[in-house]
């Protein structure tokens, strides 16, 4: 939309013509980019420049690559919005926005079984991310490790971790960051997440915790935390090693409850001492906002917790940031009140039958192989070129970049170590990619890739007759270099002995 403003063109006037913002001189000038502006601008114009520099991006509900919410209702935008000066940190300014943290904290807690008894509050923080989340918890896990260490009188160097290979970036910053061995179990085509027996086998009086994830990254694979806990209790028996685990339920932990309420991963299992998870992921709110939950404040140690009073007030925190909008935080509330269990779990149905239809259109090309798991994990559809078929041949990544062209970002990624060899096409299903959106997506691949393999085809057609056109004329040559050979010997001139056979 072209935008204009009203200018005087006499200041001692009222009249005033109107004046395209694209015609202003301040749109004909080049803006410089790398140094802060010497003069103010107005703010149409300012408005402009951005407004076009974002036209650029790609639509959000188009992008498959991410988990993050791209959608939200008006009341709750209204209310986001309303919040967004509001810093969620300044407890004593803003008591609802500390209140509405609360009241979050204690549904999840609840959610995931927690031992809460009512009337008590639960024991956790808001993060801007999964990924802050990790971190705290990550250092709970090493500080209750060296409590410990130290009460025994044990050595306290070199402690480590134990997690899949296909764990998130996040757990391998957090052990280069804080100074923890990561001890990965491979994955293989079989099992493209944590085993527990490996894992189990990987433990020792130096480790300070497992992170099992429910909700793969790359396939969607919810991993075996009942049968990893029980592995870690088994090795307790005989060494008093105490090895808990923190389940990073990123993505599941907003899945699993509604979906497979019957499931064990959380807090009734002894050994989860803390669980993370995405409000701005399957919680259904915009980014950022996360969650972190232990199961009892003794699983926090206390010397982790900071107390200001420079706000007004005593205040404790546990987060790495210190200021954060408390936008996410009212906006994740408001989900939980409109939605309630029975709202959230059919949002979660919905996005389920979604990938399973888009799963059923994809194998039913032939063209693909699924990796993601049809019987329980995340929505999300994970694929490749179906190996010995006439696609193997062709490129993941070069249908990732084609698809482009239709607005899709589709992403291609190589799986984890053992089995970089293997890309993979990942579809994250939202509450916002509709049946209609899976449908045109697979008609847009199908189209793809009919032309992708023809001009694939065309190219191995034209390699293989210049390598057949390079075989005769090499062939050609051998014969005539035999009959100069021959005719040279007869006339009596030196020629090259020939090689003797090596056996």
């Known amino acids: 939309m072209v935008l204009s403003r009203a200018t005087s063109t006499d200041s001692s006037k009222e009249d005033a013509v109107l004046e395209p913002v694209f015609a202003n001189r301040y749109m004909q000038q080049p803006v410089k980019r790398?140094?802060?502006?010497?003069?103010?601008?107005?703010?149409?114009?300012?408005?402009?420049?951005?407004?076009?520099?974002?036209?650029?991006?790609?639509?959000?509900?188009?992008?498959?690559?991410?988990?993050?919410?791209?959608?939200?209702?008006?009341?709750?935008?209204?209310?986001?919005?309303?919040?967004?000066?509001?810093?969620?940190?300044?407890?004593a300014e803003y008591p609802a926005c500390a209140r509405i943290q609360e009241l979050c904290l204690n549904m999840l807690a609840r959610l995931f079984h927690a031992p809460v008894s009512e009337g008590q509050t639960a024991v956790g923080t808001a993060t801007i991310g999964s990924s802050e989340a990790i971190m705290l918890a990550g250092l709970a896990m090493k500080?209750?490790?060296?409590?410990?260490?130290?009460?025994?009188?044990?050595?306290?160097?070199?402690?480590?971790?134990?997690?899949?290979?296909?764990?998130?970036?996040?757990?391998?910053?957090?052990?280069?960051?804080?100074?923890?061995?990561?001890?990965?179990?491979?994955?293989?085509?079989d099992c493209p997440c944590l085993r527990?027996?490996?894992?189990?086998?990987?433990?020792?009086?130096?480790?300070?915790?497992?992170?099992?994830?429910?909700?793969?990254?790359?396939?969607?694979?919810?991993?075996?935390?009942?049968?990893?806990?029980?592995?870690?209790?088994?090795?307790?028996?005989?060494?008093?090693?105490?090895?808990?685990?923190?389940?990073?339920?990123?993505?599941?932990?907003?899945?699993?409850?509604?979906?497979?309420?019957?499931?064990?991963?959380?807090?009734?299992?002894?050994?989860?001492?803390?669980?993370?998870?995405?409000?701005?992921?399957?919680?259904?709110?915009y980014p950022g906002i996360a969650w972190l939950l232990f199961r009892n404040d003794q699983c926090l140690p206390q010397?982790?917790?900071?107390?200001?009073?420079?706000?007004?007030?005593?205040q404790p925190t546990y987060t790495l940031n210190f200021s954060r909008g408390a936008a996410q935080i009212v906006g994740q509330y408001y989900q939980f009140l409109r939605l309630g269990f029975r709202g959230f779990r059919r949002v979660m149905q919905s996005c389920a039958s979604v990938a399973d239809s888009l799963r059923e259109q994809l194998e039913g090309t032939g063209m693909f192989h699924m990796l993601s798991d049809a019987d329980m994990g995340i929505p999300l559809v994970a694929f490749r070129f179906k190996p010995n078929s006439?696609?193997?041949?062709?490129?993941?990544?070069?249908?990732?970049?084609?698809?482009?062209?239709?607005?899709?970002i589709l992403p291609s990624y190589q799986m984890p170590p053992d089995m970089h060899d293997v890309t993979v096409l990942r579809v994250c299903v939202r509450e916002d990619f509709s049946r209609e959106l899976a449908e045109w997506l697979v008609r847009d691949i199908k189209e793809t890739v009919g032309r992708i393999k023809a001009h694939a085809d065309k190219a191995r057609a034209r390699?293989?007759?210049?390598?057949?056109?390079?075989?005769?004329?090499?062939?050609?040559?051998?014969g005539a270099e035999e009959k100069v050979g021959e005719e040279d010997g007869g006339k009596g001139e030196l020629s090259m002995p020939k090689a003797k056979p090596l056996c």
């Open 196 to 285: 527990v027996r490996e894992a189990v086998q990987r433990c020792d009086d130096r480790t300070i915790g497992v992170v099992p994830i429910l909700g793969s990254t790359y396939t969607g694979h919810f991993e075996d935390v009942q049968g990893l806990d029980e592995g870690l209790r088994a090795l307790d028996l005989p060494h008093g090693w105490r090895v808990p685990i923190h389940v990073d339920a990123a993505s599941g932990g907003f899945i699993a409850p509604f979906l497979y309420p019957a499931l064990a991963w959380d807090f009734r299992l002894p050994s989860v001492l803390s669980v993370s998870t995405s409000g701005h992921k399957y919680g259904l709110t």
């Open 390 to 408: 006439p696609y193997a041949h062709l490129s993941e990544r070069e249908l990732s970049d084609d698809l482009r062209r239709h607005g899709w």
């Open 34 to 91: 790398h140094v802060f502006p010497e003069d103010e601008m107005p703010r149409e114009v300012a408005y402009q420049i951005v407004s076009d520099m974002l036209e650029m991006d790609g639509k959000p509900r188009l992008n498959l690559a991410s988990f993050v919410t791209t959608w939200m209702e008006p009341e709750a935008e209204r209310l986001m919005t309303a919040s967004l000066n509001k810093n969620a940190i300044d407890l």
């Open 143 to 189: 500080r209750r490790w060296l409590k410990h260490r130290k009460e025994k009188g044990l050595p306290t160097d070199n402690p480590n971790l134990v997690v899949g290979a296909n764990t998130h970036v996040v757990v391998e910053k957090f052990a280069n960051y804080f100074e923890v061995e990561l001890r990965m179990v491979p994955v293989t085509p």
């Open 303 to 314: 010397d982790l917790i900071y107390h200001i009073d420079y706000l007004g007030e005593d």
């Open 463 to 478: 390699r293989g007759e210049r390598e057949e056109e390079v075989r005769k004329e090499g062939k050609a040559e051998m």
